[in-house]
């Protein structure tokens, strides 16, 4: 195997930006302070922290104030979703059948603590619809969590239309935005939302950074006790992988237009490559409003987890779906959810990519699928594969 894949898994996790990981690395040798130090590299540590703050404020379009940092958005949806029902006597949760499996377990927790979960199906493009979700918010209503992009498919969910809802009945609304901040534009300022969560992972910074937008004025408890964060979220804080998220984030604002034109070219020549080549393959979601750097593909009823292995020995990495989620044997419950059979849905591969993919990887893929898919293909049962 090469010492460089090519790497389509970019949903999963994205690599480091070499500017993200030269900022950082000074805060793992010579600068080394705890910021709740009063020294001079405390002092040094803190300035560090107060700089990354307001990067990532400015790419969501908020006050520094407003942004905790955590450990990634696993935390930070616990955080909000738990916070949120803290302190309200309502019992109510409304949320979706295609949340990441973060969110899920959590509300299956809860469901079984007494707690009622609304779970809002989807079409077969992965959209919710506006009315049935206006019909299921109630009076016992205390939170509402839906994520912003499907981590699978890439669908956009209408969240500031679903947050001005909510907002009109006095509902707090969360979006799980991992999938989308640093990918798309982001402001806060113009939206409904009350709390947002998001990992630096996703756009080029360290695995176990990330944050919670908490919108002020909202009475917020501290799950995990400390004064740190201003109380919200105690422990020390990660200083390193916080500067890093800084960098990141100030890079992401910088390039996010371009990137974004550049990524989603990248995206059309794949899915027009694959379709053109094996008209039998169909792409889910395809017809909603998507991340611009996601397609997910399903390619009849072959086996997607050979698919994969053969795309590995061919230096490919792709997956089948979540990275949260993946090991098992059960097929995606995103693409159960919006009506694709079990067949279907666990032939189904996803290709997500980033800034660093280039042209030549996209056209190594279209070079390596098609013979991939037919010689699987005409494995299976006669007409199964279509």
Partial sequence: MSAQPIYLDNNATTPVAPEALEAMLPYMMDRYGNPS?????????????????????????????????????TESNHLAILGALAFSRKQHIVSSTVEHPSTLMLLRDLERQGFEVTLLAVDGDGQLDTGEFE?????????????????????LFPIARLAQIAKSRGILFHTDAAQVVGRIPVDMRTSHVDLMSFSGHKFHSPKGIGGLFVR?????????????????????????????LG??????????????????GLRERLERGIVTSLPWASINGGNSQRLPNTANICFGTVDGEAILARLDRADICASSGSACSSGGT???????????????????????????????????????????????AAEEPASAAF
């Fill in 37 to 73: 130090s009063t020294h001079r590299l405390g002092v040094e540590a803190r300035e560090a922290m107060i700089l990354a703050r307001a990067a990532v404020a400015e790419l969501i379009g908020t006050k520094p104030a407003e942004v905790a940092f955590t450990s990634g958005c």
């Fill in 135 to 155: 019909r299921v918010l109630s009076v016992k209503t205390a939170l509402v969590t839906l994520v912003w992009a499907n981590n699978e498919t890439g669908v």
């Fill in 216 to 244: 002020s004025g909202l009475n917020w408890p501290a799950l995990l006790r400390g004064h740190q964060e201003r109380r919200r979220r105690g422990g020390t804080e990660n200083l390193p992988a916080i500067v890093a």
């Fill in 247 to 264: 960098a990141a984030c100030r890079l992401a604002g910088e390039r996010m237009v371009r990137d974004s034109e550049y990524i989603s």
């Fill in 330 to 376: 059960e097929p995606s419950h995103v693409l159960t959810a919006m009506g694709l059979g079990r067949d279907r849905a666990s032939s189904s591969i996803r290709f997500s990519l980033s800034r660093y993919t280039t042209e030549a990887q996209i056209d190594r893929v279209l070079e390596v699928l098609p013979p991939i898919l037919r010689e699987l």
